[in-house]
């Protein structure tokens, strides 16, 4: 037996509704961006790319020269440096990049 028009518009609209509800909540929830170390590192390698052999040595040879131990100490790994250094706080840097 087939349910009256108004009772299953009634019902669809609840499922529609639900339905946004759930994409909403799951759209609007803080979460971290997975993606930019990939983006930073893809960025840098693209940055690369056209430097000369001699300026891509001395920007090797800073990168080899830094102390931390945050990235590793070539480009693409380097790119994500600041992240790196908000994740892990140093110096309060969570609440310096919130201002």
Same mark, same amino acid.
């Given at each position: #037996? +087939? =349910?009256?028009? /108004?009772?299953?518009?009634? #019902?669809? &609209?609840? %499922?529609?509704? /639900? &339905?946004?509800?759930? #994409?909403? /909540?799951?759209?609007?929830?803080?979460?971290?961006?997975?993606?930019? $170390? $990939?983006?930073?590192?893809?960025?840098?390698?693209? *940055?690369?790319?056209p430097? $000369?052999? +001699?300026? @891509?040595? @001395? %920007?090797? *040879?800073?990168?080899?020269? !830094?102390? $931390?131990? &945050? /990235?590793?100490?070539e480009?693409?790994?380097?790119?994500?440096?600041? !992240?790196? %250094? @908000? !994740?892990?706080?140093?110096n309060?840097?969570?609440? =310096? #990049? @919130?201002?």
């Open positions: #037996m +087939e =349910k009256p028009t /108004t009772e299953r518009q009634a #019902m669809k &609209l609840i %499922v529609a509704g /639900t &339905l946004a509800l759930a #994409m909403a /909540t799951t759209i609007v929830q803080p979460r971290p961006a997975l993606a930019w $170390d $990939d983006g930073h590192k893809a960025l840098a390698l693209i *940055a690369q790319a430097l $000369d052999a +001699e300026v @891509r040595k @001395r %920007v090797n *040879a800073l990168l080899a020269a !830094d102390t $931390d131990s &945050l /990235t590793p100490h480009i693409a790994g380097a790119a994500p440096w600041t !992240d790196k %250094v @908000r !994740d892990a706080n140093i309060g840097a969570r609440q =310096k #990049m @919130r201002q």
